[in-house]
């Protein structure tokens, strides 16, 4: 049903939905229409005009009724392109899995052979295998669907490449499951919106291609007409009567353009890729709202966010996943953010920059300054040259964020020449440089590697390299830390430390790990549902929360040698941004609750050293017990 919601708000898909259900509720109604009969001639009356008396469309140079043959050759061309399709989705189809699930020599001889069918020009191997196989409509039909079978083919191939090598297929063959049953069951579901997708999208050219073929005198056979012989046979008349070949010619244009923008729809409502907006080309900054209220900056502190709200506007839902946050960090300071997935923190650090993809986002309220200079809503070309200069990011998968192509030198050169000139041999010198500041071995020999070449610490450490590379005044980090193995995440962690203190860094670093909080951060914000709750010196929370959800939180944490202690999971569920509760979004997962919790705005107070939003915080004997 979702998928048929999606479809209807795409208007052009829609539009190709009416007209198509239009066109094919009209050929299927066809035969109980009160039409005369399309292959009786009347040479008495040939060659009528449209809106002739009997003959509302005509006639052709036999003095048959174009509407009726219109009628008639609509549902022949619809029925043999609609089979073409379906036989072409189903043998390609079996072919390309077949192909893709036994790779090797099963996947080498069956998709060379569908290389040298793909080597031929389509139009001519069709019109080859009419010529062997003899003029007639079925003939065309067997001739359409074989030339695009390599198509589906070495698209459900490639996919299907993919899915063999998932844990899912593997766990199937360890279950015993015989290679039948796993292309039915693991497989085959897998690649089925693909292929609808691939027929919804190339239907349109196979009934061009019958038409085609009938146009040639190929396909279907006097007196029977198909839209294309009906063509084929006004061609003779184009310039004197020029309405018998506008008739069908109209109804072709219809039918494909109708097919057309029904198969792109159905691609966006199928594709979940498309459905969350993932394919979209986002905007180079993020929107920002109109009656956004700016705020003030810290005078002490190089970054500060204050109220910032980021929504994501998808249809008629708003997801408020920043929700008015104010934060600020000091010249060689390390601020860490800390809370649940889903809790806002990405979000939070990627507005920095604009960097939020809109659509679908937009920054509602708030401000972000640097140095003074408010961010947000700020023209692209300055936001461009901030970038990777004097606020750098590090991301969380350096698999995903380093280019597989390219070596890691290239790629630290290119980082540096996107905000200076230099030289190719000054590039190189510096990317091994940079290799060196993060301690990776032999960096003269490995800046000519590529990514996949390297193990995940290096790897990320060439992430680090690649956010020093135009020695910025702030990092953001989000979490970078978390794919790695304990002893090269130490070894992450004392780096950027060491580079903190030696460069004068303020680094802001996203987590969800309280250890690294521990080790590496002077202060600390912990979020929940797109706000801070608690926010103060990190010693300070770690010794005696306050906010019951970061009390929680620690109470998550196993300590080592710490004797038997009772881990605690949080009951419930963090609430979804688009729907949050009033007054505090903790409250439903908290024992401490009250009524007024969940009535009215709970603020941001100042309480000594930090900053908490509760009514009803933990007591200091209570946070150090």
Request: overall charge neutral; aromatic content about 4%.
């Amino acid at each position: 049903m979702r998928s048929l919601a999606l479809l209807a708000r795409n208007r052009l898909a829609l539009g190709g939905l009416i007209v198509m259900g239009l066109v094919v509720f009209l050929a299927l109604l066809t035969p109980a229409l009160p039409l005369k009969p399309p292959n009786i001639t009347d040479t008495s009356n040939r060659f009528l005009p449209p809106f002739s008396q009997g003959a509302i469309l005509g006639t052709d140079h036999l003095g048959r009724d174009l509407l009726s043959r219109l009628m008639w050759g609509t549902r022949l061309s619809l029925a043999v392109g609609f089979a073409a399709a379906l036989i072409a989705a189903t043998i390609g189809a079996a072919i390309g899995i077949v192909a893709g699930y036994y790779g090797g020599r099963t996947d080498n001889v069956i998709m060379r052979g569908v290389d040298m069918l793909m080597a031929f020009p389509y139009i001519l191997l069709a019109l080859a295998i009419v010529a062997a196989l003899g003029p007639g409509l079925i003939n065309a039909l067997v001739a359409v669907a074989a030339v695009n079978i390599p198509f589906f083919a070495r698209n459900i191939r490639g996919i299907t490449v993919g899915i063999a090598h998932k844990e899912f297929v593997d766990a199937a063959r360890l279950s015993g499951m015989s290679d039948a049953r796993i292309i039915l069951t693991e497989i085959l579901p897998n690649v089925i919106p693909v292929i609808v997708i691939a027929m919804s999208t190339t239907v349109g050219w196979m009934i061009l291609e019958t038409a085609g073929l009938s146009f040639l005198g190929l396909g279907s056979q006097p007196p029977v007409a198909d839209l294309g012989s009906m063509l084929g046979e006004a061609r003779a008349a184009l310039i004197t009567n020029p309405h018998t070949s506008i008739v069908p010619g109209l109804m072709i244009l219809v039918i494909v353009m109708a097919i057309n923008l029904l198969g792109d729809g159905i691609r966006d409502a199928l594709d979940p890729r498309l459905k969350s907006g993932a394919l979209n080309r986002p905007l180079p900054a993020t929107l920002v709202a109109p009656s956004r209220q700016p705020a003030a900056q810290h005078a002490d502190a190089i970054l500060t966010l204050d109220n910032l709200q980021t929504q994501f506007h998808v249809k008629d839902r708003v997801y408020r996943a920043v929700g008015g946050v104010s934060l600020s960090v000091k010249p060689g300071e390390c601020l860490g953010i800390i809370g649940e997935s889903g809790s806002g923190k990405s979000v939070t650090a990627l507005s920095v920059m604009g960097l939020v993809a809109s659509p679908p986002g937009i920054i509602t309220g708030g401000s972000v300054h640097y140095q003074g200079e408010d961010l947000v809503g700020a023209p692209y070309r300055r936001l461009r040259t901030l970038r990777g200069r004097e606020v750098a990011y590090i991301f969380q998968d350096p698999q995903a964020t380093l280019h597989p192509l390219y070596r890691v030198g290239d790629q630290l050169i290119e980082a540096i020449t996107a905000h200076r000139p230099l030289s190719r041999d000054e590039g190189r010198r510096k990317a091994i440089d940079l290799l060196d500041a993060v301690r990776i071995p032999n960096a003269s020999a490995r800046v000519n590697d590529y990514p996949h070449e390297m193990s995940g610490g290096m790897r990320q450490r060439v992430g680090i390299a690649m956010a020093l590379a135009n020695d910025p005044e702030v990092i953001i980090a989000d979490e970078p830390t978390t794919a790695l193995d304990v002893t090269v995440q130490a070894q992450i962690l004392s780096l950027l430390d060491d580079l903190r203190r030696e460069r004068g860094l303020a680094i802001v670093f996203i987590t969800h790990d309280f250890g690294v909080v521990g080790q590496l951060c002077d202060r600390v914000a912990v979020m929940y549902a797109g706000r801070i709750v608690e926010q103060g010196p990190t010693r300070a929370i770690l010794d005696a929360p306050r906010h019951p959800y970061t009390a929680r939180l620690m109470a998550c944490v196993p300590e080592l040698g710490g004797g038997k202690r009772r881990l605690d999971a949080i009951p419930g569920l963090p609430p979804a941004v688009d729907d949050l509760p009033p007054g505090c979004a903790f409250a439903p997962r908290c024992d401490r609750a009250t009524e007024t919790c969940r009535t009215g705005e709970i603020p941001l107070d100042k309480v000594g050293d930090r900053a908490l939003r509760c009514l009803h915080p933990v007591t200091m004997t209570e946070a150090v017990s």
